[in-house]
């Protein structure tokens, strides 16, 4: 077994033992299961490239050089042919999907096999971290195994065979990678979108025009971020873009229809059929994340006086692509609806029995402008495959499906995370994020605390040097002692910042449990007196607790021979008042932040909790420099 790393960079000796270059680039034939190296590429005097057959001209090869069987005077140069690609070119540090793991990884070394004395064939890619240190220096790579190995965990390879690897790079479409790997085209379409969603924006383009018709709709409804789809969808041509919301449920083409321009919308329902265009019309016409906008018009409504061989005729007669059906609908004579038939009974029914008597009166409905979420409960609460869709007259718009109620409350269930403060980090996609930016993410006080120390820390020295007269004065009256009294009188920050961060928790949850309109929603005056009574009591606490600390602290500092420090009462008391006034704004300001929750939800947009922490911990810091700036002047006589 040998490496690409291995080899690359290696002297290319002739016959005579002449060197004439160093390998640069192995050629592979794709067509083959575990593809031949056909050609060396190798850099020759002055940096020129140069290839020729690997089987016609190489005698033997190991991690240190090539041999050639010929002379340097005998070598004739090759090209690579239709089915060919350079490995190091198109494949290292390239994306790949890996078909087996329904993933996109990055390819760290590839690893080759000999089948002779000279032969080499491609086994597959390492995609792991010893790929990685192996390519920047093979000693790195034998240094983390010993280390890992020595505390019981082993750094295994992570590589993926040849079979299970597909090339989404450099154009490369039209070559056949393997005669027995699984394609893109063999994916579930949810598995397709995953993947098209984690390459790089420019490889997206190439991967999704691969797809016939069918896979794009398909895996365009699958796909999470709607901006993305947007994107694909207009790097289409429109007659193209346009067929491809006819091919997708009318639900999920009206949610992409509605993410684009007006102008590009109207040209693509234009050029669509009247059916398809005049269903996602219809569903445009209703707000969004209602129960109208997330339903589909693909529905099977019969009148309740149908035999079931009736029915059964008229389910052979759907289109393949049809909603799933799971129910059957019933309308009486005024066209209202009037029972349902779950589809399983119509099996074991004799086909004379008409579906009036098989049917179930007792229906769970909604209404079009009914809360999407609330849809999506009552179809997990009733253990339901659909729920249908009735206007005020009773007569069935749509059905609002299973999966779609799952798409709801995965959506919903992201948004609370996110307006709670949880970060990406926090989902199972972006695991592989650096432990150091999580930490950073969810300790930004910490971050916050050293800055204000600085400033802190800055002022105090600048304000005590105008007291002493000097900046650079003796330990007893200069520097040291402002240093010290700056530190410690920053010691509050971290509280101060906490509570912040504690108190707009608790609004979230707040907004998350209540609705503005509940009756037991608490009102934005006793809110407000509540979070106001709160800061005034913990910036009382905090006062006398930091009070005590600090007579408790000086009197050892005194004791102990830390010089004279007598201008650490004053950056101490500095420091209580500034701690004192930021928390009092900042739970003062808490109402604020509530109404701007409710605001945003009432505008259907969402709200970064994370964002938002950091702002209430910014003006928390930014209000503690300030009154502590001014309280140490105003103590020294400096301002």
Known sequence: MIYLSQLVGNPVLDVDGEKIGTVSDLGIATKEVFPRVTSLAFMGPG?????ISWRKYVESYDEHVVHLKVSATDIRFSYLQSDEVLIARDILNKQIVDTQGMRVVRVNDLKLSDTSSSQLRLLGADVGARGLLRTFAPLCETIAVKVSSAFGKPLPERLIAWSYMNLVDRNLSDVQLSVTH??????????????IERLDPRLRGQVFAQLDDEQRANAMA?????????ELMGGMAEMDASRLLSAMDPDDAAELVSELDYDKAEKLLRLMGVKEQHAIRQLLGYRDETAGRIMTSEVVALPKNTTVAETIAHLRTLDEDFEAVRYIYLNDAQGELWGVVPIDLLVISDEQVKLGDLATRDLIVAHPDDDQEDVA?????????????????????GIVTVDDALDVLEEEH?????????????????????????????????????????????????????????????VSGGVAPAVIAGLLASLSVPAALIITDDALSYTTSIYLEYDADDEDAPSALGFSLKMIALGIAFAAAFVLFYAMCGELGGWLMARGGAGSLEHLREALLASMCAAGVSIV??????????????????????????????????????????????????QLGVM
């Open 222 to 230: 699958e796909f999470d971020d709607d901006h993305m789809a947007v």
């Open 585 to 634: 704004v900042s739970l003062a300001s808490m109402p604020a932040y509530l109404a701007r929750l409710r605001s945003r939800d009432a505008h259907n947009k969402d709200s970064n909790g994370w964002a938002m922490s950091n702002t209430a911990m910014g003006v928390c810091a930014a209000v503690f420099m300030v009154v502590f700036g001014v309280a140490l002047g105003l």
């Open 377 to 397: 409960l009552n179809i997990a609460k009733y253990n339901l495959l659909a729920i249908p869709v009735v206007n005020e007259k009773k007569e069935l718009l």
């Open 414 to 474: 992201a948004e609370d995370l996110q307006i709670a403060g949880a970060s990406q980090a926090d989902t199972e996609h972006d695991k592989g994020r650096s432990a150091f930016m999580w930490m950073l993410r969810r300790n930004t006080w910490v971050v916050m605390f050293a800055l204000v120390a600085a400033v802190c820390t800055v002022a105090a020295c600048e304000m005590f040097a105008r007291v002493s007269g000097s900046v650079s004065g003796s």
């Open 182 to 195: 699984k394609t893109l085209d063999d994916m579930h379409p949810a598995d397709i979108a995953d993947i």
């Open 47 to 51: 940096k020129t490239p140069f290839m």
